[in-house]
């Protein structure tokens, strides 16, 4: 009887040890499935998690509130450079479009340019005299009234001077 006991216990540890390897092949296989191992990296810092997703490159805080865990994704500057690349690509095209369309113009030209400046005013064409614009002169009636003028605003602030100056020395 003895043998048949040590067969019974030893194929009964095998079966236990083959049971356990399937079964902890089975609960690791549950736990983080092929697909999903090491999608996410966490990192701690002082208010809960940094979460990196390693498919998609998002990164999230997350932290701990009163009912649970939150994660929020960060501003991907990344995106953004990618819609403002998108934006001036468009843009380009856009203009090429136009330059396409529009007139050529080449680079070089036939005729020498003048050795003048362009900026200088020539002689006054025949038209151009008759548009001279003259200004006249104040007759002699227009400066004595603009002497007059001063004179009265020369008197009218002399006389304020002196108003204020026997104000202050009537207070002191």
């Known amino acids: 009887m003895r043998p048949a006991k ?8 095998a079966a236990i040890v083959a049971v356990t390897t399937v079964s902890g092949t089975l609960v690791a296989a549950q736990s983080a499935p092929d697909g999903e191992n090491g999608r996410y ?3 701690p810092i002082p208010d809960g998690v940094l979460r990196l997703d390693t498919r998609t490159g998002t990164v999230s805080t997350c932290t701990r509130n009163g009912i649970g865990w939150a994660c929020y994704a960060l501003p991907d500057e990344r995106s953004a450079l990618d819609a403002e690349i998108g934006r001036l690509q468009a843009e380009l095209e856009t203009l090429k479009g136009q ?3 529009g007139p050529t113009v080449s ?3 036939d005729e020498a340019l003048p050795k003048s400046d362009s900026l200088k005013k020539g002689e006054p064409k025949a038209a151009e005299g008759d ?3 003259e200004i ?3 007759s002699d009636q227009d400066m004595d009234r603009m002497m007059s003028f001063l004179e009265k605003a020369w008197r009218r602030l002399i006389d304020m001077a002196n108003r204020v100056q026997k104000d202050v ?3 002191i």
Request: proline share 8%.
């Open 136 to 138: 006249p002169l104040p």
């Open 169 to 171: 020395s009537g207070k």
């Open 6 to 13: 040590s067969f019974t216990t030893s194929w009964c540890a």
């Open 99 to 101: 330059l396409a369309a």
């Open 41 to 43: 990296s966490m990192t």
């Open 107 to 109: 680079g070089k030209i």
């Open 131 to 133: 548009r001279k614009l």
